[in-house]
């Protein structure tokens, strides 16, 4: 079976020691900095800075290459959608018009519609290394922990974790059901009509259902002998205490957001304008 | 005079979706240190007294109560399941469902997690209760990983470690291969020489639980107490056979032969049985039993010609295998978890194609055939029915695989109707299937395959899970089936499975067919058994120390007049 997708990926570097609430934290932090700003030289920096923490964490780019060109493909359509839609949005929120050539009906391509979505495009480069770095680069068993440090109840927190957990033992489930189901000689593969196989798809989910169920009966039952939520509160076997690293990291992103406000005064709102 | 810890007293329990009460007066006293085996047919309310124990019942699985039970003094329903979990530590039937951590030390730390225990200290607890099990190398590793009987030490562990002074197993040996459940059974022992703890098992394999001694063994049948005794007082009646439990072979081989079983026979366990007594009877049973002979190969219906397979080419799954299945047999295809077994059952049906080598079916190569065309010749049936059914209704589900190929609804019927006779599903055919026991279950998923008329069937651990009465009830009516002239495969780890209904077994360990051969000869055979985790039977080891000159056929004699007995 093919490996999990997003999964840990085990190295050596800065990045990896870092607790997992500090990679959440960053994560969340930077999100917000660049969600917030539409300053082009504040998306570069951090799209070039984010690319740098890329290259020190030791992750090599085959191993997350397809989840960033699934990502890709999306940043292509929504870009394509948000022309169709509204194709002088950067017209509006630049207060110029600029034409280049015209297309087909309504459709003109402006320098500062470009411009925008420009703008849109770093945003989500921007964001896109650090995301899977917190994916890839955070032991799973420490999400929960880190969940839970950020002030989500651990109860809570777990049900992610043993999500996560279960979603192999689901791909085993359902791979095993659909060779039994097929041997049965109810085809899923082209050869059957879509109708049909639709059709023939919820025989394979309803026992998929089914054999989940009984996975939680087990689960659950093993954790409560085992005390779980009996108390409000629970340490972590796999908590680490922050380092000078973690407060290091968690510095330089606040900065980054702090900067984002102090752009956000001086350009007088979210976005900059070099058309000025 | 020891301390009580567990004191059932007129003790009743009804859940509260059930007509009647499943524990009913239960007495019942536990000293501190035993070692007690319960024991008891399926629904006969072994599950819900351990349940009792562990405080699952009333609190997790809700209903009604009457009369009192200690433990170590304390009311138990006016407890919780977290307080009692400090005193009871529960190692459940399935070893991978119940890991909560993703490495091991952090599921043997689960417990203490959620007592709050600082961190230094848990890292410290967890290093010595998984150095008390031997798991302490693999720390580090996903329980997932390991091999099912790593698996259960970190179970243990992870019970261990609260510092509990009752440890209850239920059904531990369910699923592990005979020679893990040996060494299962032999760590059980040591914690408690070790530890001292109280330990209650539920078993319904009794002679492999008897491989080492235990204190008392409780019988239970239709929710209450039958019997509490010694192992020896135990064997010598004949209680186990009345309750449908399966006794160790070697006590029905003595009873058949007329032997009176006492306690000074010392029957707990084959090494320890003194046979001095009936060891003429024995013989003499022995050669009043006609000899059966091995019946003609009839044509080769399948044929594995030097099959290889790997995901990919430098790692091999299967290596080299070679072997042939006769018309009308009933064959074992034996070997510990992660063999190759079931690899070998997607090949046959077409999921996977061979990387080298040649499938034959009836003599033509099936590498052409689709799936869909292979299912119509061989039927495959999956360990767990619950991953086969997807209908509400018994007629609908085994009607499935007919109507999705567009049969007309006259003719789905008849055949429908044709094949619930052959199962013994006819009158139950408007049920629907949630009113059904597993075996029954079972049935239907086996009913569904028939419906297609195959060739011949592969089953995938036909009896998993089974007590002795429903495998009976499945094995016979298999073997009924094989009788009209299906062949029949089993992919199994069970060896009474192997040994009572097929002739012939297959034996793949590492990816490689180490022995094919009679399944008489496979079970004595030092070699194969400890390639494949495989265990002796008791039977020959009687055999020997009786004296007698052929111990194989002996296996064999027995096996077969056991059955005639059964029927």
Known sequence: MSQTMLGYIKQDSPIHYLTGATKLICLLLFSFASMLTYDTRLLAIILIFSIVMFKVSKIQFKDVAFVVYFILVFLLLNNIAIFLFSPYEGVKIYGMRTDLFKLVGPYTVTVEQLFYQFNITLKYLSIIPMALLFMVATHPSEFAASLNRIGVSYKGAYAVAIALRYIPDVQRDYHDIAFAQQARGIDMSKKEKLSKRIKNITAILLPLIFSSLDRIETISCAMELRAFGNNKKRTWYSARPFKKGDYIAIGVATAFLVVAFLMMIKNGGRFYNPFL | ?567
């Not at chain 2, 730390?109 to 709050?116: M, R, S, V, Y």
């Not at chain 2, 319904?204 to 204190?215: C, G, M, S």
């Open chain 2, 1 to 567: 005079m020891k301390k009580p810890v567990i004191e059932f007293k007129d003790f009743n329990f009804q859940y509260n979706a059930q007509a009647k009460p499943t524990l009913k007066h239960i007495n019942l006293t536990i000293y501190e240190g035993e070692k007690v085996l319960i024991v008891g047919p399926s629904g006969s309310g072994k599950s819900t007294l351990s349940n009792c124990i562990n405080g699952l019942v009333p609190f997790y699985y809700e209903g009604e109560i009457t009369g009192s039970l200690l433990i170590n003094g304390k009311e138990t329903k006016n407890s919780s399941i977290f307080e009692l979990s400090n005193e009871v530590g529960t190692v459940l039937q399935d070893p991978d469902g119940q890991f909560i951590g993703l490495t091991v030390a952090e599921d043997i730390a689960f417990k203490l997690e959620n007592d709050c225990v600082p961190q230094e200290e848990m890292k410290e607890r967890v290093r010595k209760a998984s150095k008390l099990v031997e798991i302490d190398n693999q720390l580090e590793s996903a329980p997932h990983s390991l091999s099912g009987g790593q698996k259960q030490r970190v179970n243990l562990a992870g019970v261990m470690i609260g510092d509990v002074n009752i440890l209850l197993f239920d059904e531990p040996l369910a699923s592990l291969d005979p020679a893990t459940g040996k060494t299962a059974i032999e760590l059980i022992d040591e914690l408690q020489k070790k530890t001292g703890k109280t330990i209650i098992i539920i078993e319904h394999r009794l002679e492999d639980v008897l491989h080492q001694e235990v204190d008392r063994i409780i019988v239970m049948d239709e929710g209450t107490i039958i019997s509490d005794t010694s192992t020896e007082e135990l064997l010598g009646q004949s209680l186990l056979k009345d309750t449908g439990i399966r006794e160790p072979l070697y006590i029905t081989a003595l009873k058949y032969a007329g032997c009176r079983v006492i306690s000074e026979m010392k029957p707990q366990r084959i090494h320890t049985l003194q046979v001095e007594s009936c060891k003429d009877q024995l013989v003499t049973w022995y050669a009043d039993q006609s000899k059966e002979l091995i019946e003609e190969k009839a044509e080769v219906i399948l044929e594995f010609d030097k099959v290889s397979f790997g995901y990919n080419p430098q790692k091999e799954i299967l290596k080299d295998i070679s072997f042939k299945v006769y018309k009308g047999e009933m064959l074992s295809i034996v070997g510990k978890n992660g063999a190759g077994k079931s690899t070998l059952s997607k090949l046959v049906c077409g999921f996977f194609k061979p990387t080298k080598g040649r499938i034959l079916f009836e003599g033509k190569d099936m590498i052409e055939d689709t799936i869909k065309e292979r299912a119509q010749k061989i039927g495959m049936v999956m360990q767990n029915p619950n991953q086969m059914i997807s209908q509400n209704m018994i007629f609908d589900e085994v009607a499935l695989g007919l109507r999705v190929r567009g049969i007309g609804e006259e003719e789905v019927t008849k055949r429908v109707n044709e094949t619930l006779k052959v199962c013994g599903l006819y009158p139950f055919r408007n049920w629907p299937i949630s009113a059904l026991s597993f075996g029954q279950k079972k049935r239907v998923t086996i009913a569904a395959i028939l419906v297609l008329r195959p060739e011949m069937l592969i089953l995938d651990e036909p009896t998993a899970g089974q007590d002795f009465k429903h495998y009976t009830e499945i094995m016979e009516f298999l073997k009924g089936l094989n009788q009209q002239g299906m062949t029949i495969i089993m992919i199994t780890h069970d060896m009474h499975l192997m040994l009572e209904y097929t002739d012939r077994a297959i034996v793949v360990s590492e990816g490689q067919k180490v022995a094919d051969d009679l399944t008489t000869y496979i079970l004595t055979d030092e070699e194969t058994i400890n390639k494949a985790y495989l265990k002796k039977t008791s039977l020959y080891e009687l055999a020997l120390k009786v004296g007698i000159d052929e111990p194989r056929a002996f296996v064999k004699c027995f096996i077969d007049y056991d059955r005639r007995m059964r029927l």
